[in-house]
């Protein structure tokens, strides 16, 4: 049973367009969600998150936007830039706050 | 700070043979997980560790799997005998409770591992 989902494995972008990742789970109890960014080679970084509580968060070029009920949340960059390249994941914590449930990723590429 | 440590980067061995993961987290760090990434489970948890305890090993694939933290700073993922399907790309990452209330997780760069 995978409670994050991650539909889109690649996503190809323009440079200056702007990109939509998106990700579904299905636990109703999580509490945070968490984007990170994977380079090859290297292990993923924390990019931005969101609480339950709330609907939008951003952070520069990037934002996301969480829809509880439809158990939603996407990540928009705007614009993109050719060094966003990389793999996208999605992740969620709940009440066992020391553990997070990781999606599959996307991969997008921003072309120049 | 130097990030999250590990060792070895690269590690090919033969079937049968026992390998052994390290891990340095970040320091003042309370909270230890070892991941492993493939293509066909993607970034699976393994195993956690909080205050040096395990918590959490529920990830953790077989008895030939196990992991120890004798201490804050180190932790080891020791597998015995190895197989091929244990070819992937093991994680290490920590995390600070009461840092953030999104409890991000700091990766190390991970450790290849091959078994022929």
């Known amino acids: 049973d995978q409670q994050v989902k991650q539909n889109s494995p690649s996503l190809s972008v323009q440079e200056g367009r702007i990109s939509i990742l998106n990700c579904d789970y299905t636990?109703?109890?999580?509490?945070?969600f968490l984007w990170y960014k994977k380079y090859p080679a290297e292990g993923p970084t924390f990019l931005i998150s969101?609480?339950?509580?709330?609907d939008k968060n951003e952070d520069g070029r990037f934002t996301v936007f969480l829809n509880k009920s439809a158990k939603h949340l996407s990540l928009h960059i705007v614009p993109s830039q050719p060094g966003d390249s990389a793999v996208y994941f999605c992740a969620a914590s709940g009440w066992d706050a020391g553990k997070s449930t990781f999606g599959d990723g996307t991969t997008l590429t921003v072309k120049p | 700070d130097a990030g999250v440590i590990q060792s070895p980067r690269h590690e090919v061995t033969e079937m049968g043979q026992e390998v052994t993961l390290r891990c340095k987290p970040i320091?003042?760090?309370?909270?230890l997980f070892w991941y492993r990434q493939t293509m066909m489970r993607g970034l699976e948890l393994l195993i956690y560790f909080n205050n040096n305890v395990p918590i959490d090993d529920s990830g953790m694939p077989e008895d030939r799997f196990s992991a120890k933290m004798p201490n804050a700073s180190f932790s080891t993922l020791k597998i015995q005998p190895s197989e091929p399907r244990d070819s992937a790309v093991y994680f290490c990452?920590?995390?600070?409770?009461?840092?953030?209330?999104?409890?991000?997780?700091?990766f190390g760069p991970g450790t290849r591992l091959t078994v022929t």
């Open positions: 969101i609480s339950s509580i709330k």
């Open positions: 990452a920590s995390s600070l409770s009461g840092l953030t209330p999104s409890w991000e997780q700091y």
């Open positions: 320091s003042g760090h309370d909270y």
């Open positions: 636990n109703s109890m999580f509490d945070y």
